[in-house]
């Protein structure tokens, strides 16, 4: 079992002394590494042989390079979940779409600015399905002397919220590509690396974090699962939140949060009991019919003083489909909107799209247990196809044949889109892009289809932040929905889930020249093919441009 003392030590030695406006340098070391969870053992990809991996610490306005070295049989490549990346998007991640991946016996070093970002971020892995155990937090502390907006607590905690799979997760994948069908889903959660004990195997620890009675903690929360929105809750105590994808809420208090793969979460939490060990949980949420790890992780709130013998203090977890419980949340979050830290929603909208999300059947004479077809996913009808050549590096240096901005920005076919499926459920393919002036406005409303079946889709838009305007279930209606749209304190975030047999509206500004990938991050969507990228050209003068590459861009 875990111990505070242990985590501190470990964080001590990776973490540089902090001072504003420095160049922070980081070694990630890719390498495998024997684990054992669930009473079983497996090579697992790490950052230098940990899991969940080093945390990245810097504060606002920092310059962050990391020289990842790739160690393992795989091609690598590291996404920096939620750092906009601003005219750099050399160093944003996503394999093909911005670089070509780091090839093993390689490195590449991550070199990027922190600009105008404070709070919890993530980094992961952003090819195959190696992000499961290839992953690990970012926390980006205001600059020196800019104090949190709500009362500086006691101690920050990070929890990092996963999934594993006793089996390889490049198996589960491939075989599921092979069959045409939907993978195994996973044989546990986990709270900071460990599943706590199961009845599979009662003898395995769960994490541990030990609190003082009377003071208040910051958990950093995480969700790096690959294919599960998740409940969490802690018996006995009050979550306040106050912070999601690193911009700052107005503060409430709730006793669950759900949190989509992708997002993360700050909240606080006051030990205002006197002593006792009291159960953390994550369990997860799917308000479809679709097959999900029903397995609940858990972790132990351990007030000092409390012997290790005393029984823990248990929490009721949502019902699985507690779609109530999840929108109570959703619909609580709202942008602090202060003086120093303004909504600044666009309020005029250059490009009014409309992208349906969901999942679609194409032929496939090779996938015998998929009856010669395989499940897929698209947006507006486009299974995506990655290249083999990255998009941004095509932009650049003006290569033809990589990629075509024909991506539409509506629907080529008009349907029920949330009642009965059309009778033709094939998609078509292709690898699109969507371009916007610089500077330009963009309004878009993400709808869910029902085809095969509705679901929450968590949908992530790299290299920007967006506000989140309005949702309802249904199919959006432009006349009657606009006029409900929060243009005041709507949320800001980075990933936003799309509500099962539903729509969102997001805004957001194009002030990031550059290639930006936005898909599901549901990794099996995102496999299948829920994906596109936005290109948004230069604007005027230096400072509008996108910057050249650096000189050790991995090759294709």
């Known amino acids: 079992m875990d111990s505070w003392l242990q985590i501190l030590v470990l964080v001590a030695c990776i973490t540089p002394a902090v001072v504003e406006g420095r160049v922070r340098n980081y070694t990630f070391n890719v390498v495998m590494k024997n684990t054992t969870r669930l009473c079983s053992s497996k090579p697992i990809v790490t950052v230098n042989g940990m899991f969940p991996g080093p945390t990245l610490y810097a504060r606002e306005d920092d310059t962050v390079l990391v020289r990842v070295s790739n160690r393992v049989k795989y091609n690598v490549t590291i996404h920096w979940h939620g750092i906009r990346q601003l005219r750099m998007g050399w160093a944003d991640g996503p394999a093909y779409i911005t670089q070509c991946p780091i090839q093993p016996g390689q490195s590449y070093v991550y070199n990027f600015t922190i600009t105008g970002q404070r709070g919890t971020l993530l980094w992961h892995a952003h090819i195959l399905w190696l992000r499961a155990t290839l992953h690990g937090a970012i926390v980006i502390l205001p600059k020196r002397g800019v104090p949190y907006p709500f009362p500086k607590p006691h101690k920050e905690v990070v929890v990092v919220l996963g999934e594993w799979w006793k089996s390889d997760t490049e198996a589960v994948i491939n075989q599921a590509i092979k069959s045409g069908l939907a993978p195994n889903v996973s044989d546990a959660h986990m709270i900071n690396g460990h599943p706590g004990p199961s009845s599979n195997c009662p003898s395995q620890g769960g994490f541990t974090l030990p609190v003082e009675s009377g003071k208040k903690y910051m958990l950093r929360i995480i969700n790096a699962a690959l294919n599960e929105e998740l409940f969490f809750k802690i018996a006995g105590h009050q979550l306040t ?316």
């Open 241 to 556: 939140i106050v912070e999601v994808d690193a911009t700052y809420v107005k503060p409430f208090k709730t006793d669950t949060i759900v949190i989509a793969p992708g997002q993360t979460t700050n909240a606080l939490i006051s030990t205002d009991q006197s002593s006792g060990k009291y159960m953390v949980a994550a369990s997860p949420f799917m308000d479809s019919p679709i097959a999900v790890d029903n397995m609940t992780a858990t972790a132990t709130l351990h007030y000092s003083g409390t012997l290790a013998a005393t029984s823990t203090t248990l929490t009721k977890t949502p019902p699985q489909n507690a779609t109530a419980v999840a929108n109570n949340f959703v619909n609580s979050l709202r942008s602090l909107n202060s003086k120093r830290y303004p909504a600044k929603i666009p309020l005029t909208v250059d490009h009014s799209l409309l992208f349906t999300v969901g999942l679609g059947i194409n032929p496939c004479p090779s996938c015998k247990a998929g009856n010669g077809s395989r499940v897929v996913a698209s947006m507006n009808n486009v299974t995506f196809v990655m290249p083999t050549t990255a998009i941004l590096q095509a932009h650049f240096f003006n290569k033809s044949g990589v990629f075509t901005s024909d991506f539409p920005g509506n629907p080529p076919t008009i349907f029920n889109y949330t009642g009965s499926p059309p009778s033709n459920l094939r998609t078509t393919s292709g690898t699109k892009v969507y371009r916007l002036r610089y500077n330009s406005t963009v309004q878009l409303v993400l709808q869910d289809t029902g085809i095969i079946a509705p679901e929450n889709h968590p949908i992530h838009l790299h290299g920007f932040n967006f506000f989140a305007i309005g949702k309802g279930l249904g199919n959006y209606n432009p006349k009657v929905d606009q006029k409900n749209f929060n243009l005041v304190d709507p949320v800001e975030r980075n990933t936003i889930g799309v509500p099962s047999g539903g729509w969102v509206a997001i805004r957001f500004r194009a002030d990031n020249p550059g290639v930006w990938f936005m898909h599901c991050h549901l990794e099996i969507h995102t496999t299948w093919g829920l994906k596109m990228a936005f290109l948004v050209d230069n604007g005027k003068g230096p400072s509008e441009s996108l910057l050249p590459p650096p000189s050790d861009l991995p090759k294709c």
